[in-house]
């Protein structure tokens, strides 16, 4: 797996309303236990970010949405351990006047899931 290192990753998760909250509340239960850690570990499925400022930038883009509304479903938004490793973290409530939904991420999760869902006809 990755760490940001290439632009391969899901930013946003649309679900229709129909099923919203429950594929919401299985999906934050499934990134909690990815395991996380050291790239040497062969079980670790996200490593640590590639240096502090990358850890930073995404610690301040998922701090950014917590103060705007966001609910955080998984993760801490925090660095753990070294500085640069970050639990996976799941928001909802994501709006378009948050910087995690204007910029790209540039990292493993946080995922975040639009707190407007969608119907089909």
């Known amino acids: 797996m990755n760490a940001g290192q ?8 649309i679900v229709e309303l129909s099923v919203a909250e429950e594929f919401t509340a299985r999906f934050a239960a499934r990134v909690s236990q990815l395991p996380y850690g050291v790239p ?19 610690t301040s883009l998922v701090g950014d949405a917590l103060a705007k509304g966001a ?17 996976p973290v799941v928001l909802s409530g ?15 999760p946080p995922s975040s899931m639009p707190s407007t869902a969608f119907t089909t006809p």
């Open 40 to 58: 040497i570990d062969p079980g670790d499925a996200i490593g640590p970010f590639v240096d502090a400022r990358a850890a930073d930038r995404v």
């Open 6 to 13: 290439i632009c391969v990753r899901v930013d946003r998760v």
């Open 94 to 108: 994501v709006t378009d006047r948050m910087r995690i939904h204007q910029q790209e991420i540039f990292g493993q």
């Open 71 to 87: 609910t955080m479903l998984a993760g801490t938004g925090k660095p753990e351990g070294p500085d640069t490793l970050l639990r």
